[in-house]
């Protein structure tokens, strides 16, 4: 099954863009009459049929609308900060979409390397991991802001904050309560400032650790990602 994202899509009938029909028509090879997926990124499966196989403007026609197999019980958000490498970051993107997230923060912190991102690149990687993975969810990937501001957005659940102390001992593991809402925070390369640390915990956040290694970061959001969906399957 191949799955493409079209967070427009419309019943009875949907046009596709260009670059859209391009991709289905000239590289998939799709015929009039062939059964297409489309997820609309809010947890719907459309299945339509090609009724115009044109490459610049093809059509079709939405048979069913299902719910997605991926709807879950509670809310994960991630705060990250991007990699001086945006590669490894990318790669945390596609992973934590594989694996199951709702919204993920680019922040700016004290150590951070890398004070900019190419939003729309960023947003890319998701979509072809959500089509890669059959999701029906399209993560919402929000704008590069400041770790002051990012702490101090109104969230409902679990807070906590990823930071290497010896004075850190509880685990995610532990701290996490299976069914919440989780809101948690991965600090750059050179991890957080014990200043940020206090001010996260002014807002909320615990401090976790997520085991015993030393983790880059990207390996870290990961881990974070996977330890949450994990102990709530």
């Known amino acids: 099954m191949n799955l493409f994202y079209a967070p427009d899509i419309i019943q009875?009938?949907?046009?596709?863009?260009?670059e859209e029909s391009k991709h289905l028509i000239r590289v998939f090879r799709y015929r009039v009459g062939?059964?297409?997926?489309?997820?609309?990124g809010k947890g719907y499966i459309y299945i339509?049929?090609?009724i115009d196989?044109?490459?610049?403007?093809?059509?079709?026609?939405?048979?069913?609308?299902?719910?997605?197999?991926?709807?879950?019980?509670?809310?994960?958000?991630?705060g990250v900060a991007p990699t001086k490498n945006i590669s490894r970051f990318e790669w945390y993107l596609?992973?934590?979409?594989?694996?199951?997230?709702?919204a993920i923060i680019p922040f700016?912190?004290?150590?951070?390397?890398?004070?900019?991102?190419?939003?729309?690149?960023?947003?890319?990687?998701?979509?072809?991991?959500?089509?890669?993975?059959?999701?029906?969810?399209?993560?919402?990937?929000?704008d590069l802001i400041k770790f002051k501001e990012m702490i101090a957005l109104p969230f409902e659940g679990q807070k906590f904050i990823a930071f290497i102390d010896e004075g850190?001992?509880?685990?995610?593991?532990?701290?996490?309560?299976?069914?919440?809402?989780?809101?948690?925070?991965?600090?750059?390369?050179?991890?957080?400032?014990?200043?940020?640390?206090n001010l996260?915990?002014?807002?909320?956040?615990?401090?976790?650790?997520?085991?015993?290694?030393?983790?880059r970061t990207e390996t870290a959001a990961v881990a974070a990602c996977h330890t949450v969906n994990l102990l709530n399957y």
């Open 12 to 18: 009875p009938y949907y046009q596709l863009t260009e």
């Open 34 to 40: 062939d059964e297409v997926f489309f997820t609309d």
């Open 53 to 78: 196989a044109n490459p610049k403007h093809c059509k079709v026609e939405v048979l069913n609308k299902r719910e997605g197999e991926d709807r879950r019980p509670f809310q994960l958000q991630m």
């Open 48 to 50: 339509c049929t090609i």
């Open 108 to 142: 700016v912190s004290f150590h951070s390397e890398r004070k900019d991102i190419k939003k729309d690149r960023l947003n890319r990687v998701v979509t072809a991991a959500v089509k890669q993975s059959l999701k029906s969810f399209h993560p919402r990937l929000h």
């Open 200 to 215: 996260a915990k002014q807002h909320g956040f615990i401090p976790v650790k997520l085991g015993p290694s030393r983790l």
């Open 168 to 197: 850190v001992t509880l685990e995610l593991s532990e701290a996490y309560q299976p069914g919440n809402n989780a809101f948690i925070l991965i600090g750059p390369e050179g991890d957080f400032s014990h200043e940020e640390v």
């Open 94 to 102: 596609e992973k934590a979409t594989e694996i199951g997230i709702d």
